[in-house]
């Protein structure tokens, strides 16, 4: 069983551009939510995926949008990067959505906004 | 807004000693609780996980943690700390809507030899 991968595993940007970042879920999960981890914090919940509709969202501005596709990979869009938007972006998968559902997580993507 | 507090961002013991690491939440509504684990340059990784029933939970590696409504606590305890335990540890718990998990600051801990 394959676990959550992402990529890239580093990106360098500088502030004003846009970044695209990427998930693949593990075998059998129809969900996948988001989470920007800032050093020193816990993840933050940017919002979460369930079978192609976003299924909720946490207290991030419109410039971050997802996208999930039919094998249930997702993608996390950033535009107008700011230096805050440097952390580590943590996608999780999980069999179905609703939060008792264990959440598997991969090595996230760090970004770095100079 | 519910909130999670773990108290110590950095937990020192000795090898063989008790593990505690605390975490204290605000919440309106009975919540599910959640600790993770995050090795360096690995994914987080579910430990134990409270939803309903008996309150004290065992999880992986030797691990269990008490939810204590009365004082809104979900500490964690690991009798014998062993060489591998030393990782960073997440308290999370379930927010108002059935998807956003609110996660505390971290606790990095720390085995001495």
């Known amino acids: 069983e394959t676990g959550v991968t992402q990529s890239p595993t580093h990106l360098i940007k500088t502030r004003g551009q846009q970044v695209t970042l990427r998930c693949s879920s593990q075998?059998?999960?129809?969900?996948v939510s988001w989470y920007q981890q800032a050093l020193g914090q816990g993840p933050q919940f940017i919002f979460q995926y369930y079978r192609e509709e976003e299924n909720g969202r946490g207290n991030f501005p419109p410039r971050f949008s997802g996208l999930q596709f039919p094998n249930y990979s997702s993608e996390l869009n950033v535009n107008a990067l700011e230096l805050d938007d440097s952390a580590l972006y943590l996608c999780?998968?999980?069999?179905?959505?609703?939060?008792?559902?264990?959440?598997?997580f991969g090595p996230g993507t760090r970004l770095t906004v100079l | 807004a519910q909130s999670v507090t773990q108290l110590g961002s950095h937990v020192s013991v000795s090898e063989g000693a008790l593990v505690l690491l605390r975490c204290n939440y605000s919440s309106s509504v009975p919540p599910y609780l959640f600790w993770y684990v995050q090795y360096p340059n690995q994914g987080l990784q579910l430990l134990l996980k409270y939803t309903t029933g008996a309150t004290l939970v065992k999880g992986i590696n030797g691990f269990e943690a008490e939810f204590k409504k009365s004082e809104t606590s979900f500490h964690l305890t690991k009798p014998s700390a062993h060489m591998s335990d030393a990782a960073e540890y997440f308290c999370a718990v379930s927010g108002n809507s059935n998807y956003q998990l609110i996660w505390g600051a971290g606790t990095k801990l720390i085995i001495k030899p």
């Open positions: 075998s059998g999960h129809n969900t």
């Open positions: 999780a998968s999980s069999r179905t959505s609703g939060v008792n559902n264990e959440q598997f």
